[in-house]
């Protein structure tokens, strides 16, 4: 099963898009192969709105308040949530990005590379229409792929939030982590490679970031947001974040 995590802040008419298009193009996957869960974070009007207009694709809604702890720490609240749903794969998805092609379509082949290429922890799916680094972040290595059947480029690629699956167990190996630079070094002492889908599944619409977005929190204070995960009496508690590791 794979589970789709959402990740928002702030920007109700690019989540709308991302929502619509995500559901379009997947809708009839929903329930054993495909569910979905998100954060909210620092919550507002419109973004909660959104969200109650699609509820019945959610498995679970989570909101923060109001406190901003960053891309990294979103990324890590959804990867611990994830335990309760037992998926073998996450898919992260931030709110700015359309999905063009139905998953199912490539469903088979992505099955097949994660079973023949237990190196390969993720899976790029942004288009490759879209500028790719030529250099790895991490090790600053040149990047060095090469085709795998006629859908993916396997190589040293580093990771990224860009929309991607990520084996289940890597992610949890990743965790707590405070921005992607962060997750990058974590995934790359895994030793692992990715991979890149080379059909036009997602693209990226997000011109403008929201007032207050922030992609990392450098030696953050701890904060306990007062927020209500819905339906329970209880606190959304987040991860603890490690200081992002000296390279």
Known sequence: MILVCI??????????????AFIHQNGEMFGDALRMIALDQCTSPETAAVFKAHQDCFEQVYYTSDVNLGIGWGFSQLVELSHLQEAEYLLFLEDDWLCQVPLRKDLESIHRLFQACPRVGALRLRTVEAAVAAVNHVTLEQVQKEPWERDFLVGNYHYVFNPHLVR??????????????HAQIRYNDLGLQAAQLLDRMFVHVGTQRAPGRISQVPRPEPVIPHTLIPGTDELFVPLPVREADQR
């Open 7 to 20: 990740l928002s802040y702030r920007r109700p008419l690019y989540l709308a898009r991302t929502l619509e």
């Open 168 to 181: 289940a167990d890597v992610a949890q190996a990743m965790i707590p982590v405070s921005s992607e630079h």
